[in-house]
């Protein structure tokens, strides 16, 4: 009993924490770009995650090593994260516009058309199958070393459905936040997880585990902060008298 | 083709902005890869740390005075 509660507790919370990240990713590009390509996205890339896991299931476990899977999405995840960081902060110092007009327009003739948007279906599609993929790995790591797949799989389930859930509900709420806040939140998350990922899969051992995270998100937000102040600090120093 | 190079770089560009940029991460991460291996402690991860904090502020700052040179 408390190997069953052990078991679903550790792909529930493991399969949580992916599910969030991919649920970040949609949000994003959801709240940024419109609705439809990125939950289209996201829901291709639920089938196809369906469908391997169904053709491959343990073996993807066995053949792919933990440590690079962690590795090269962590990366990816950091890359991603660093470059929208970077852009909040130049428009937090004011250095472009709060708004992208151009990137409105491209909306408004997606919108208008009825075309797809090709990019927020990529970038759902891609962030959904890679943390899908996680947290496939997690339930049959868990699973197939507990012995114990049906539980680490129930774990897995639930905790993507109340992850979705809450996601569902949070989607109205989370419009009325301003969009360049939004995209700082969204950068200092996904560096965050990205960070801890590729340190993770190069062998590091984050003091409190994932709680590590809270940590590394904390210490972006100072170093943009911090990168924010010092462009203010230049551009009143270069500003005419 | 044309069509297919330019999906490419639409995908490439969601990972590259500034090639230095990435160019620098990737080797911030690479010595963080030989530092972990090295000590296998949570030394390498704050060093890893401190080196993208360091280089967000650095690169933008940069461009945030190139701009502002090209203005």
């Known amino acids: 009993m408390v190997t069953n509660a052990l078991v679903f507790g550790a792909a529930f919370l493991g399969s949580g924490v992916e599910s969030v990240e991919a649920l970040t990713i949609v949000l994003a590009v959801g709240l940024t770009r419109g609705w439809r390509s990125p939950l289209a996205g996201a829901a291709a890339a639920a089938l196809i995650l369906i469908v391997l896991v169904a ?13 690079l899977l962690k590795l090269a999405i962590g990366s990816l995840i950091l890359l991603f994260g660093l470059r929208w960081l970077h852009k909040a902060v130049l428009r937090s110092a004011g250095v472009i516009a709060e708004h992208d007009e151009g990137e409105a327009f491209e909306e408004t003739v997606a919108g208008l058309a009825g075309a797809t948007d090709w990019i927020g279906f990529l970038i759902s599609f891609k962030g959904v199958l890679l943390e899908g993929l996680e947290v496939a790995f997690i339930v049959f790591g868990v699973g197939s070393s507990a012995h114990n797949l049906p539980v680490a799989a129930a774990g897995g389930i639930v905790a993507v459905v109340v992850v979705t859930a809450i996601g569902a509900a949070l989607r109205k709420p989370l419009t009325r936040v301003p969009e360049n806040l939004m995209k700082y939140v969204v950068g200092v998350l996904l560096s965050s997880l990205g960070t801890f990922w590729a340190a993770e899969g190069m062998g590091v051992i984050w003091p409190l585990d994932f709680l590590a995270i809270l940590g590394i998100a904390a210490f972006y937000v100072l170093a943009s ?11 009143r120093r270069t500003a005419p008298a | 083709m044309r069509a297919l190079r330019a999906a490419a770089r639409e995908v490439v560009g969601l990972f590259v902005a500034d090639w230095w940029q990435t160019l620098v991460i990737v080797l911030i991460l690479a010595a963080g890869w030989a530092l972990a291996a090295a000590t296998h402690s949570a030394l390498a991860g704050g ?3 401190l080196l993208l904090g360091a280089q967000l502020v650095y690169f933008t700052a940069a461009e945030a005075g190139r701009r502002r040179r090209q203005a």
């Open chain 1, 55 to 67: 053709a491959f299931g343990q073996v993807l476990v066995a053949v792919v090593p933990d440590w």
């Open chain 1, 225 to 235: 902060q911090v990168a924010v102040t010092l462009i203010r600090g230049g551009a």
């Open chain 2, 47 to 49: 060093v890893l740390l």
